[in-house]
């Protein structure tokens, strides 16, 4: 999959136009949130001096915008907008993101959150007394190794911004998935496997504010959906990669 680009286009406007200039980008803004080939967009004003201004627009690919977008008729309407302005342009240019990236304290990470690496110890001893007594998962868990809790536990705590743990003494992704591959789990196993990981999840103390369960069941989902694909007949092993991080939803982070 190629990586997205990002196109930042820096204006100059002065004071008394900028009112016009938000208008247009306004309308503008429609012609982007309809375009398949835009992944998301943001105008941003300067603080220190009002009458700079930088638009950022995140492409599927720099082709996509160059070769897509800039050829259908919406570039077309959104030009008609914002044509006034493309003389005050200062930059428009197309920048590739780079691995220097990540995420500052202000927000908390979900496994800080849960309450750390005992949280998930306890989620995952108490999840896996579940399992072993339940009718459904018993059978696919059979001879389960005494140390996979806290694998497992491991595995969450780095999924959800811990420390790398289980990439340190286990290994990546493509690991982790690997694990699943000949077990021909079920939709009726997947299902109970969330069910009883949320039920786990109560007993064992871990926050219940709406915005830490929604990520959490999010990546629950996806995570045992993966699992059921890859333990199905045709599946290849997956190549290596990292440990997914997950964060935060759409939903801020909660506020007692």
């Not at 911004?161 to 290994?171: K, L, M, N, V």
Request: with cysteine; charged share 20%.
């Amino acid at each position: 999959m190629t990586a997205h680009t990002v196109e930042y286009i820096r204006y100059l406007i002065p004071e008394q136009q900028s009112a016009e200039f938000l208008a247009a980008y306004t309308r503008a803004a429609a012609q982007l949130a309809a375009a398949p080939q835009c992944v998301d967009y943001e105008l941003a004003r300067c603080e220190e001096d009002f009458e700079h201004f930088v638009l950022r627009i995140t492409w599927t690919s720099t082709e996509d915008h160059i070769e897509g977008f800039r050829e259908s008729d919406l570039f077309t309407d959104f030009v008609a907008e914002i044509g006034p302005f493309v003389g005050s342009i200062q930059e428009m240019r197309h920048y590739k993101p780079t691995t220097v990236r990540g995420t500052g304290a202000s927000v908390p990470t979900l496994f800080s959150w849960a309450g750390g690496a005992e949280a998930f110890t306890r989620l995952t001893e108490v999840f896996y007394d579940k399992v072993l007594k339940d009718d459904v998962l018993a059978p696919v868990f059979e001879g389960l190794a005494a140390e996979h809790a806290s694998h497992v536990a491991a595995w969450f705590g780095e999924v959800f911004g811990g420390p790398a743990a289980y990439s340190e003494t286990q290994g990546g992704h493509g690991h982790m998935v690997a694990k699943h591959l000949g077990k021909s789990i079920t939709e009726v196993q997947r299902r109970r496997w969330v069910n009883l990981l949320q039920d786990a999840a109560d007993e064992a103390g871990l926050p219940t504010d709406a915005e830490f369960r929604s990520a959490f069941v999010a990546y629950a989902e996806w995570g045992t959906r993966l699992a059921v694909h890859f333990s199905g007949p045709d599946a290849a092993p997956p190549a290596e990669q990292p440990v997914p991080k997950w964060t935060w939803g759409a939903a801020p982070p909660y506020q007692p």
